[in-house]
Antibody, heavy 120, light 114 residues
C-alpha cells in the first residue's frame, strides 16, 4: 500500500523558515515525480512545486525564489524548504505522488497534510 | 497558465438524484499525439486530503463507485454523480495536468444534500 506521511508544520513568524517532510513507502520512490500542494483555510487547492524523478524542479510563481523542493531517494522522503515566509503562505500543505516520472500527471495518493501558520 | 473554472460553486441535490459539476479550461487539455485529455477529478471530504476519482477525463480510479463518471473533451468537462449518496457530500475539484509546470486546479464545487 502506498503511504505518504507529511510532517514539519507549525507556527512561524513572518520572514521565518520551515522545512516540511513527506516520508513515503509502498512504491519505488525514485521512479515518480512528487508534488506539494497547499490549501489555505477555507480555500481551494493550489499547486506549489514538483520534482521529477530525474530531479528537475518546478515552482508556482507565488513561491519561486523562497521555497525549495528536494528529495532523498535513500530515505524515500520528499522535502519542502520554506524561507521568507509570509502570511499568505498559511495553509495545509499536502505532498502528493505523481502518476508519472515527469512533471505531468495526476496526483495519487495524497498525504494527510501538515498545517503551516505564519503569524506574528 | 491554464485557468480552470468550475460551476456551480455549490449545489444541493436530493438523495438518489443526479449531480452534475462542470469544469472549463481556458485552453484545450487534449493532447493530439495520444488523443488523451489531461484532466482529473478529486473528491475532498472535510478534514481529509483530496482523493482521486477520475483521470484522463473519464477513467475511473480503481475502487471508485460506478455512480461517478467523467466526460468531455478539449476545454469542457463534466463530473456526474448518477445517484447521490449521503457519503458523497464533499467538495469536488478538477485538475489539468496538460500544461506544466503549473498544474492548475478548479476552484471547487461543494455538493450537499437537499
Amino acid at each position: 500500500e502506498v503511504q505518504l506521511l507529511d510532517s514539519g508544520g507549525g507556527l512561524k513568524q513572518p520572514g521565518g523558515s520551515l522545512r516540511l517532510s513527506c516520508a513515503t513507502s509502498g512504491f519505488t520512490f525514485s521512479s515518480y515525480a512528487m508534488n506539494w500542494v497547499r490549501q489555505a483555510p477555507g480555500k481551494g487547492l493550489e499547486w506549489v512545486s514538483t520534482i521529477t524523478s530525474g530531479g528537475s524542479t518546478y515552482y508556482a510563481d507565488s513561491v519561486k525564489g523562497r521555497f525549495t523542493i528536494s528529495r532523498d531517494t535513500s530515505k524515500s522522503t520528499l522535502y519542502l524548504e520554506m524561507n521568507s515566509l509570509r502570511g499568505e503562505d498559511t495553509a495545509v500543505y499536502y505532498c502528493a505522488k505523481g502518476s508519472m516520472s515527469s512533471r505531468g500527471g495526476w496526483f495519487d495518493p495524497w498525504g494527510q497534510g501538515t498545517l503551516v501558520t505564519v503569524s506574528s | 497558465d491554464i485557468v480552470m473554472t468550475q460551476s456551480p460553486d455549490s449545489l444541493a441535490v436530493s438523495l438518489g438524484e443526479r449531480a452534475t459539476i462542470n469544469c472549463k479550461s481556458s485552453q484545450s487539455v487534449l493532447y493530439s499525439s495520444n488523443n488523451k485529455n489531461y484532466l482529473a477529478w478529486y473528491q475532498q471530504k472535510p478534514g481529509q486530503p483530496p482523493k482521486l476519482l477520475i483521470y484522463w477525463a473519464s477513467t475511473r480510479e480503481f475502487g471508485v463507485p460506478d455512480r461517478f463518471s467523467g466526460s468531455g473533451s478539449g476545454t469542457d468537462f463534466t463530473l456526474t454523480i448518477s445517484s447521490l449518496q449521503a457519503e458523497d457530500v464533499a467538495v469536488y475539484y478538477c485538475h489539468q495536468y496538460y500544461s506544466t509546470p503549473a498544474l492548475t486546479f478548479g476552484g471547487g464545487t461543494k455538493v450537499e444534500i437537499k
